[in-house]
């Protein structure tokens, strides 16, 4: 029998699976890790990507002393099947449909859980929401969405969860939301599970995710080790846009642009952002701080960005800069669509000094594993 937790919201590729895999840790819950869904860069053209497939569970399960499974352990489904968010693609009539009470960790001005029928139609599975209680929140403020682990916590502790036990026990709040069926479930105590962990936090401060300090990084985080087949394509990558037989120390370079707009200063056109003179400005500093203090000579520099304007590439080139080229590659087409990100993500991983961009989450934990993995440096580019 498992006493187990699932997240239902997968959409960032390591944030909320380390939220939900923590509050297992402290529970003593086993922690059922949903596949992710596409979202932002990604199409829903590109399926569903196992996390087991980007990061080493057998690494992970030793490191915590504590299974962890997926949902592919515990419930056959199509994971390369089509990605749909369609409200009635789920059949009353479909037998294989598991029915599940679950908690909403939203806002308080929040009128529904969210967004959660496109991992239902994945997994078969049909939920009812309840939000939970007050004191599960961080601030008075009923926009804020920060609720902390420990009232989480007291919520699914196996057999002795705030509703199981206790004066306060059988007395459910209210249903925030039936099901798409129409159920009306209480929070399942066998299978507890949350719609969507990213505002989660410890009670020191909100995004605290972010701080060098955090909970998650240093319990879950630093364990989550890249699959040895993602490592072996990253480096043979590497290998390949620096015309090397042997990988040489490097610093790795991630270049937030998109949506990370910054405001601009007099003279200049919208959209601003940090300007590369500043991340060159940087490198240049850690190379120097590489050889003296560690006697480590990066000179070679790997960089990533979701930019796609060539002037911009042109001017990478122009510093001696390496970058894959993922369009003449045809990594897409070779692999799928996740790989361009996932060969990203785990080539940025393997420098001996990392530049990356202030409040992007992306380059925080790069630069973590970069310090906690190689004895690495870090520093966050601002426009400032």
């Not at 895999?21 to 992710?36: A, E, K, Q, S």
């Not at 969210?114 to 007050?134: A, C, H, W």
């Not at 200049?268 to 560690?294: F, W």
């Not at 897409?332 to 992007?360: C, N, Q």
Request: net charge negative.
């Amino acid at each position: 029998m498992c006493v187990c937790l699932y997240l239902v919201y997968p959409t960032r590729l390591t944030q909320l699976q380390m939220h939900m895999i923590y509050l297992g840790v402290m529970t003593g819950r086993i922690p059922i890790v949903p596949p992710i869904i596409p979202v932002a860069h990604i199409t829903y053209n590109a399926g569903l990507l196992r996390f087991g497939s980007v990061f080493n569970l057998t690494t992970l399960r030793s490191a915590l002393r504590r299974p962890v499974l997926e949902w592919s352990d515990v419930k056959t489904f199509d994971i390369n099947g089509t990605f749909t968010e369609e409200m009635d693609h789920n059949k009353p009539t479909d037998p294989n449909i598991e029915y599940f009470g679950c908690w909403s960790v939203v806002s308080r001005q929040s009128d529904g859980p969210g967004l959660v029928q496109g991992i239902e139609n994945t997994l078969k599975i049909d939920m009812s929401f309840t939000r939970v209680p007050e004191f599960t929140y961080f601030l008075n403020d009923r926009n804020n969405p920060f609720t902390t682990f420990s009232a989480l916590s007291a919520l699914i502790v196996p057999k002795y969860g705030w509703f199981n036990d206790g004066p306060q026990k059988d007395k459910w709040p209210p249903t925030m939301r039936p099901s798409r069926s129409g159920k009306t479930l209480h929070p399942d105590e066998q299978l507890a599970c949350f719609d969507f962990m990213y505002y989660v936090t410890s009670g020191v401060q909100e995004m605290e995710f972010e701080k060098r300090w955090s909970h998650t990084w240093h319990t879950v985080g630093k364990h989550l080790r890249f699959t040895e087949p993602l490592v072996d394509l990253a480096q043979e990558y590497i290998r390949r846009v620096m015309k090397v037989e042997e990988i040489p120390q490097m610093i790795a370079v991630h270049i937030r642009r998109g949506d990370f707009k910054f405001p601009c200063e007099e003279g200049e056109t919208p959209p601003c952002y940090i300007p590369l003179p500043k991340y060159r400005d940087a490198v240049l500093k850690m190379q120097a701080q590489l050889l003296k203090n560690h006697n480590v000579n990066a000179s070679r520099v790997l960089v990533a960005s979701d930019e796609t304007a060539p002037e911009f590439w042109q001017q990478i080139t122009d510093y001696g800069w390496d970058y894959f080229n993922h369009t003449a590659e045809r990594t897409a087409e070779r692999h799928d669509e996740w790989y361009p990100l996932l060969i990203d993500k785990v080539a940025l991983s393997m420098g001996a000094g990392f530049v990356g961009t202030i409040a992007s989450t992306f380059s925080f934990l790069n630069a973590w594993r970069v310090e906690d993995w190689n004895g690495g440096l870090s520093y966050m580019a601002t426009p400032w």
